[in-house]
């Protein structure tokens, strides 16, 4: 009987240690292949708006294959989807700039803002990837705060390879080969302000 209560507090101590053994985390893939993913062009829109700030401006979204954007710019699904919202380019510039960018404050040609939470309105802005998972408590967002990605092109394939640091001093990286379809978002400065919903053929 002595035996048998031994074996019943040993098991019962190999029970608790297995409920207070903190969950392994989530592991992210930090090398993601982007299959799919568009350009908005904006144009001078923060000089439009007052910022003084002239140069062109336009955004890259990216996203894994497990996910889908419907027509009203909604993902769907599950996977990694990589928003590069201030991407800064030249004021003659309109088609994404072959060249290497680099993620800094400065709003200089070539540059994109690092990302933060807007501290009005509390959301993701600037420069951010988001990891939808199936089970949502493990959704999140890293803001990309450093780093470069360099764009290419051969034909019509653009190719888009990234080099970041994220706020929490992790590397992510990844790329994208494939067609990137252009989108014009341009303000058109009229009595009544309107957009432009122009797709560019390129």
Known sequence: MKKLQLLIFAFAGLLASCVNEPATPYAYNTDPKYTQGYVEFFGAEYKYKG?????????????????????????????????????????????????????????????????????????????????????????????ITSGTFVVSRNGINFTISCNFKTADKKDLKGTFTGELPHFNEELIQTQQSKVKHTFWKL
């Open 51 to 143: 910022y003084g700030v002239s140069n062109n401006l336009l955004s890259i979204s990216l996203f894994t294959e497990s996910l889908t954007v419907d027509s009203t710019k909604t993902l769907k699904g599950v996977g990694q989807f990589l928003l590069l919202e201030d991407v800064y380019i030249a004021p003659t510039d309109t088609i994404l700039p072959l060249t290497t960018y680099t993620i800094n404050d400065t709003h200089q040609p070539y540059t994109v803002s690092s990302g933060k939470k807007d501290t009005i309105s509390g959301e993701p802005i600037n420069a951010y990837i988001s990891y939808y998972e199936q089970n949502t408590s493990k959704s999140t967002i890293k803001y």
